[in-house]
């Protein structure tokens, strides 16, 4: 298989031992959404991620055809194995039955890495959406794989879902040399609503409950054999045996999912400080029952968070400039006085290549009823646009080759968002507003625009298939390249808009000029009051006026 994505991993270990870690997952059980849908999410969150969508066609292989299998992080080539007779489509990281896969990478214990083994995460992922119609059959397909052919990462949590449920599967390796994984997969009831971001969360094992929990056979006897459990069955802990806490872990990554839940189920509360970094305390459930049901734009919003309205809000600190800007630059953490001090690291983050928001639904075919609400770069300032699951190409905007990392490109979407997105880092406070609403232009106008384009394909779909087929591949490249360069006037605003720290007047939409045409004089909005205050604290009596 040729490699054509950089897996995201954790990005580095801090001094003062707080992960960096990358990425996060939502999950909504069909009982749980608004309109009966399954949901998960993923911001693939990597300095070194470009934001392209992927595209794997349905093919069938000769016999004895053989995988090669890359390590996702790095294009090192791992090994081979024997490819299937038949694969299917895969758009994203959704392939063509409503199979969606996510992760976020919570490392573990390091000596559980096997450098030998030939399945990497991010290959897990990919080569399973090719193999699996289901939820559950993706996840035999995932650990049957690593038995057979070892596991080469650290600890992952997947988030793997269908059109009817959704599932976390947390995995880790056995140490080099010693082939297969220990993992355990726990189904979210579907009224209930889950996530994860880079730490172990599973907790207690319903080792009685089949239906609805998958396990390694030695998942606790391994954990006794290395000496990380001695306890009884039923007291035992995946996350603590396997990733046990620290400050990172809470602060950095308990604290995202913390802020998740926090917003259908106010009693969260309660786990403040277990998540500011306190391992003492109690950890969060699973999964809980929200107080609301979520819709798309949920979870979509959820993924832009940034604590606001909590004690970690990120806009409120001095950190955050005259302009109230949610982003901290890397490194993590910093020293004042031989003092470490950690920044706060959200939700949504300047360094993600692109955000998904999978959503399945079964009362339609699956062709129609799989969109992958997909955005690239800052998930605060992208635009999530829908592609349907059967697509048989990915839009222009999104398409892998047009641009890299290292290559700006006009009609890429990675590099139009990333544009606007580092304008707005230096006015965040004024250019959120305007950037707001053209996201909620765009994004509402899907309520109204895809009832009519999924009639007309069900329309088709009847008749034929293949001509519904491609006429949401015909919307989805259509619709995606157009919302883009819709951002690239945006941009084009902005720039005129705010130019030089000033602030262009403006009539209905349009900037003003003067009765003899000329621009008007902008506005000097400067600095807010406790800004100026921090000026004057730091330069004393040497900005005075005499």
Not at 87 to 106: D, K, L, P, R
Not at 183 to 203: E, G, L, T, Y
Not at 302 to 328: C, F, I, Q, S
Not at 443 to 471: C, H, Q, V, W
Request: net charge negative; glycine share 8%; hydrophobic share 35%.
């Amino acid at each position: 298989m040729k490699r054509t994505f950089v897996a995201v991993a954790a990005l580095a270990v801090m001094s003062a031992g707080v992960e960096s870690s990358a990425c996060t997952n939502f999950l909504v059980g069909k009982k749980a959404s608004a309109d009966g849908s399954v949901m998960i999410s993923y911001a693939a969150d990597s300095h070194n991620l470009y934001g392209e969508m992927y595209h794997w066609p349905a093919a069938v292989w000769p016999r004895g055809s053989m995988l090669e299998v890359r390590e996702w992080d790095s294009n090192r080539p791992l090994g081979s194995i024997p490819q299937v007779e038949q694969t299917y489509s895969v758009v994203g990281n959704m392939n063509e039955y409503q199979v969606a896969i996510t992760e976020t990478t919570f490392g573990g214990r390091r000596e559980l890495r096997d450098t030998t083994g030939i399945l990497d995460y991010g290959s897990l992922i990919y080569i399973a959406l090719q193999r699996a119609r289901s939820a559950r059959e993706a996840i035999g397909v995932m650990t049957g794989l690593v038995a057979q052919y070892g596991y080469y990462s650290g600890g992952e949590s997947f988030s793997i879902a269908d059109k009817n449920e959704a599932w976390i599967m947390e995995m880790i390796g056995r140490g080099s040399g010693n082939r297969g994984a220990v993992w355990v997969a726990i189904r979210i009831p579907d009224d209930c609503i889950s996530a994860h971001a880079n730490q172990s969360r599973i907790q207690q094992i319903p080792f009685g409950d089949k239906e609805n929990c998958m396990y390694a056979p030695d998942v606790v006897s391994f954990a006794r054999e290395k000496g990380y459990f001695s306890g009884k069955d039923e007291d035992f802990s995946f996350a603590r045996a396997y990733c046990p806490y620290d400050f990172g872990g809470l602060r950095g990554c308990e604290a995202r999912v913390w802020s998740f839940f926090l917003k259908y189920d106010r009693g969260m509360e309660q786990y403040a400080d277990f998540v500011k970094g306190d391992p003492s305390k109690e950890p969060m459930p699973l999964y809980i029952k929200p107080d609301r049901k979520l819709s798309v734009r949920d979870v979509q919003n959820g993924m832009r968070d940034h604590y606001e309205g909590t004690d970690l809000d990120m806009t409120k600190d001095a950190g955050a400039g005259p302009y109230g800007v949610p982003y901290r630059w890397r490194p993590m953490t910093f020293k004042v006085d031989g003092q470490e001090y950690v920044n706060e690291r959200a939700i949504a983050t300047q360094q993600t290549g692109f955000v998904i928001v999978p959503q399945m639904r079964n009362w339609l075919p699956d062709a129609i009823g799989g969109i992958l609400w997909f955005g690239a770069d800052d998930a605060d300032m992208t635009l999530f646009n829908p592609v349907y699951c059967s697509a048989l190409q990915t839009p222009e905007c999104y398409r892998v080759g047009n641009g890299d990392l290292l290559t700006f490109s006009w009609t890429s979407a990675f590099w139009i968002h990333s544009w606007v997105a580092h304008m707005a880092y230096g006015k965040y406070s004024f250019m959120i507003k305007d950037i707001r609403k053209v996201q909620d232009e765009i994004e509402s106008s899907y309520r109204e625009t895809l009832p009519a384009i999924e009639n007309a394909a069900l329309e088709m779909y009847g008749k034929d298939p293949g001509e519904a087929k491609r006429f949401l591949t015909w919307f989805s490249r259509t619709n995606a390249d157009q919302a883009t360069e819709r951002w690239k006037k945006l941009g084009e605003y902005l720039l005129v808009k705010y130019i030089d720290g000033n602030v262009k007047k403006e009539d209905n939409g349009q900037f003003r000029r003067n009765p003899y045409g000329l621009p008007s004089p902008p506005d000097f909005p400067g600095y807010d009051e406790a800004y100026y205050r921090s000026i004057v604290e730091s330069a004393g009596d040497r900005l005075k006026v005499k």
